[in-house]
């Protein structure tokens, strides 16, 4: 059986390494010339337990970055409120890792055999979908036949607009856009270093972390009812985050070109059906749950474990994928409506709301407080992974793909 994945982040990485491992052949096409460079990530919850039912647990143990705090900070430098991520970890059972996504891609990459072929600068120019198979003509010129497609290639993903149409029919805005990029400024690492530090501020919020390589990550949100994004990011992060203290301004004086920063709405989607055919989607593409509840990463991974295991327990592609969506969509309703929850406390837009949020973290040390933080963070604790592999492959299953 052959599979030919669009989109090599961590959603198409993960699939092509459990599929390939399962022993599909695999095909993984990205339209970008090389991997992706910017983002800090928590990975805990179904995404932890994948990552160590797929072996790769170990590797990003020694990539993790030991994260103190997250601090709320105000125009001075002066800590408002913190959450200790020993506090947080103890919510999820202490099963937390903090990535940088470049690492989390590497450490994925690192874990595929020579049999997956892996294609940049490439991607998809049009495909036929059949019921028995799909046939693709790609950028490069060549063609690919498979029997299934999966397209994991992000929240504004092609294979889904292909298949279902404008993403306008399918995307929800929620009314905040997000940047994040890497700079190199010393005092502003030596300032943040192994903290998270957001400016404790209304409407729009920056936040930085010290890199091992002396450099500094950068993550800005800010609310705006337009979803339509600017023509110049660069430009528009400096004006939009002109004002706020602290170390904001050297962030913004190193801000690196629009080519080197990313840029996109925040936004989740919402499809009734993820597959058709012998066409499927995963991570974002089709599960967007946003950043705002800081699970994207864990849910890409452990979508994809979960598909992968689909397509190897089931009789058929088409069973396989009716079990995909069973098991995996209300894992994924959950979480977008724990992240819709909580958007305004994100990024609060009232006084009294940025109160309480200092508030909320400056008890989060009481008893109880941190496992009510962490779910309302992390949504209803899920065990599909845990239990698909603690199962093993099912008997009796003489047909079992592939």
């Known amino acids: 059986m052959k599979a030919v994945i669009c989109g090599a982040g961590i959603a198409g990485l993960a699939l092509a390494q459990r599929l390939d491992t399962l022993g599909w052949e695999v095909v993984v096409l990205e339209k970008a010339p090389g991997p992706r460079t910017q983002g800090l990530i928590d990975l805990f919850g179904p995404g932890y337990d ?5 072996g790769i647990l170990p590797r990003l143990q020694q990539l993790a970055y030991p994260v103190k705090e997250a601090a709320s900070v105000d125009h001075n430098g002066h800590t408002r409120a913190r959450l200790t991520y020993a506090q947080f970890g103890k919510a999820v059972l202490g099963r937390l890792l903090s990535l940088m996504r470049p690492d989390l891609e590497q450490a994925l990459r690192e874990s595929l055999s020579e ?7 490439t991607s998809i120019r049009h495909f036929d979908n059949h019921a028995t198979g799909v046939c693709l003509a790609l950028t490069d010129g060549s063609t690919l036949t498979a029997d299934l497609l999966v397209g994991a290639d992000g929240i504004h993903s092609t294979v889904c607009s292909m298949v279902h149409g404008d993403e306008a029919r399918y995307l929800r805005y ?38 091992r390589d002396g450099k500094v990550a950068a993550f800005a949100v800010h609310r705006t009812p337009d979803p339509a994004l600017p023509a110049d990011v660069r430009s528009a992060l400096l004006r939009q985050y002109a004002g706020l203290g602290w170390v904001v ?39 967007a749950v946003s950043l705002l509840a800081g699970q994207g990463a864990s849910l890409s991974i452990a979508g994809a474990y979960v598909l992968a295991e689909q397509l190897h327990r089931s009789d058929t592609v088409e069973a396989a994928l009716d079990h995909y969506e069973r098991i995996w969509r209300p894992v994924v309703a959950d979480k977008q409506r724990t992240a819709r929850k909580a958007a305004r406390w994100f990024v609060p837009d009232a006084a009294w709301q940025l109160h309480l949020r200092r508030g909320i973290l400056k008890a989060a040390g009481l008893p109880g407080v941190n496992r009510y933080i962490g779910v309302a963070l992390a949504g209803k604790p899920t065990a599909v992974v845990t239990e698909l592999n603690a199962a093993g492959p099912q008997p009796g299953s003489p047909n079992r793909l592939p």
């Open 249 to 287: 301004p050297r962030a913004l004086e190193q801000c690196p070109p629009a080519d080197r920063v990313y840029y996109d709405q925040v936004a989740q989607i919402d499809l009734p059906r993820w597959s058709r055919d012998r066409v499927t989607l995963v991570g974002d593409a089709c599960q």
């Open 115 to 121: 049999r997956v072929d892996l294609r940049f600068a």
């Open 174 to 211: 929620l009314g905040f856009h997000t940047a994040a990029f890497v700079f190199d400024a010393p005092d502003v690492h030596a300032q943040v270093r192994d903290r998270f530090c957001l400016t404790d501020t209304l409407g729009r919020q920056m936040g930085f972390y010290g890199l």
């Open 50 to 54: 994948a990552a160590e039912a797929m």
